[in-house]
């Protein structure tokens, strides 16, 4: 995710770039002809750095995302020739909270292994409960013992188990039981709260998400658009057309970034869940 997200920052800051550059050049044959002063051309040409430095920046995060990437998959790929692509967008969930709380219960290997422990302090107890039981013995016994040509015998043994009767061994597989139980339910418990504060985040960010996909993004081009004319036209001030420029070039990293925390919510969901809900 940090390499789709680094190569989509660099993306827009080479657009940026690539678009104040033309922007540059018709401000050169502007003040080539008198229509601007001198002053106003060397601030552009200032101002270029900022541009110029996010697209340095932004190759800098994609060789780092690669090289965490390619240490993690312990690959010796050379760095050239290794990329990573795919979708870096947000897409709305289509399942509710209820759905992910069922299968979570039925998902998390936490909440199953406390489970199991409890299967096991149950069956602790049962048999501490037979080893205090009393088992009579049953015996039968056939031989020839001259001058008697043949007997036969039976015999029966019952233990006299007057005070030892594994108390001890039954009280404490009962307390562990009640331990146990306590236990499941705190996992339980921690579970719904994984899987609430998972999708309270993963909302917050749809939120704001939802609202620049709608309005912003076209605003902030709207606006870039509208006053770079402007300005090209001598309608607009250097300061208004500078301010246009920044406030594009906020408006979508802040929706890239919005988008690198809605995918990271959406790997804490999945993880919260036990299962792979949203991709």
């Not at 780092?64 to 312990?74: D, F, G, H, V």
């Not at 149950?122 to 080893?131: C, E, G």
């Not at 594009?248 to 995918?263: A, D, E």
């Amino acid at each position: 995710m940090q390499a789709l997200q680094a190569k989509a920052v660099l993306a827009v800051a080479r657009e940026n770039l690539a678009y104040y550059d033309r922007l540059l050049g018709v401000s050169s044959d502007r003040f080539k002809a008198g229509d601007i002063a001198r002053v106003d051309l060397d601030r552009l040409q200032l101002q270029r750095v900022q541009f110029e430095t996010d697209v340095q920046t932004g190759e800098v995060n994609v060789r780092t995302a690669k090289i965490q990437l390619l240490t993690l998959l312990n690959d010796r790929t050379p760095l050239e020739q290794f990329d990573v692509t795919g979708p870096f967008a947000f897409r709305e969930p289509v399942i509710t909270l209820e759905e992910l709380h069922n299968m979570a219960l039925a998902s998390r290997p936490d909440l199953k292994a406390a489970a199991q422990t409890v299967d096991k302090a149950k069956t602790d107890y049962r048999l501490a409960v037979a080893n205090g039981s009393w088992d009579p013995t049953f015996g039968v016994d056939v031989a020839r013992n001259p001058p008697i040509p043949a007997y036969f015998g039976f015999s029966v043994t019952i233990p006299l188990r007057i005070s030892d009767r594994n108390q001890g061994e039954k009280a404490r597989t009962q307390l562990d039981i009640r331990r146990n139980e306590r236990l499941q339910e705190a996992v339980n418990a921690q579970v719904f709260s994984d899987v609430d504060s998972a999708w309270a985040t993963l909302n917050n960010s749809l939120v704001l998400l939802r609202v620049y996909k709608a309005s912003y993004l076209n605003l902030a081009t709207s606006v870039r658009e509208t006053v770079s004319f402007a300005y090209q036209s001598g309608g607009s001030s250097l300061l208004d057309f500078l301010n246009a420029q920044n406030e594009y070039r906020s408006t979508y990293l802040n929706y890239l970034n919005l988008i690198g925390s809605y995918l990271t919510a959406a790997s804490q969901l999945n993880l919260a869940v036990g299962n792979e809900v949203i991709q």
